[in-house]
T-cell receptor
Framework: SQQGEEDPQALSIQEGENATMNCSYK?????LQWYRQNSGRGLVHLIL?????REKHSGRLRVTLDTSKKSSSLLITASRAADTASYFC????????????FGTGTRLTVIP | KAGVTQTPRYLIKTRGQQVTLSCSPI?????VSWYQQTPGQGLQFLFE???????NKGNFPGRFSGRQFSNSRSEMNVSTLELGDSALYLC????????????FGPGTRLLVL
């Protein structure tokens, strides 16, 4: 079973608006990552936030993590048409292992 | 550096056949992980190899197997293919085992008829 679930499943916004995606997970984690996937292609790593961090920024991306609620959010500011993609959160599994547990993903469409 | 490469990119097989997919990690990366992506089950971890040893395995039947070579290149094999094996198979590499960031290849799309 998957570790995380994302909300919403799909999001459609106008270019220039902000997009917020949420992720909930089930067990304790060491870190949480966000990935982007363009249609049917490989995943691109966006940002990693550790369990002892609450917020992290990278360019137009802002990620928050609330370990008490087992949830994270990804905010993309000033969205662009090129941001159209699916976004996945992923949590780590057994410490020292490389298996990631992915959420169900949010399909973001940015309308030019 | 060149990214993770996967071959072939597309593959069509029939039920009962077997298939071998290949993954070349980023130069210097020694850990390779495999994932299966389907519309129904999403992204699921298959297995991870490091220094030619399988370190971790997901919840998949024994028909799914893999190996890693001394140059870190990895192959995964699926025997006795079933319709449900149709999926995008993604390979990811990282510098060492337990690395936090994984770099994904473009995937191999397998269609089983």
């Amino acid at each position: 079973s998957q570790q995380g679930e994302e909300d919403p499943q799909a999001l459609s916004i106008q270019e220039g608006e902000n997009a917020t995606m949420n992720c909930s997970y089930k067990t304790s984690i060491n870190n949480l990552q966000w990935y982007r996937q363009n249609s049917g292609r490989g995943l691109v790593h966006l940002i990693l936030i550790r369990s002892n961090e609450r917020e992290k920024h990278s360019g137009r991306l802002r990620v928050t993590l609330d370990t008490s609620k087992k949830s994270s959010s990804l905010l993309i500011t000033a969205s662009r048409a090129a941001d159209t993609a699916s976004y996945f959160c992923a949590t780590d599994g057994v410490t020292g292992a490389n298996n990631l547990f992915f959420g169900t993903g949010t399909r973001l469409t940015v309308i030019p | 550096k060149a990214g993770v490469t996967q071959t072939p990119r597309y593959l069509i097989k029939t039920r009962g056949q077997q298939v071998t997919l290949s993954c070349s990690p980023i130069s210097g990366h020694r850990s390779v992980s495999w994932y299966q992506q389907t519309p129904g089950q999403g992204l699921q971890f298959l297995f991870e190899y490091f220094s030619e040893t399988q370190r971790n395995k997901g919840n998949f039947p024994g028909r799914f197997s893999g190996r890693q070579f001394s140059n870190s290149r990895s192959e995964m094999n699926v025997s006795t293919l079933e319709l449900g094996d149709s999926a995008l198979y993604l390979c990811a590499s990282s510098l060492i085992a337990g690395s936090e960031t994984q770099y994904f290849g473009p995937g191999t799309r397998l269609l089983v008829l």
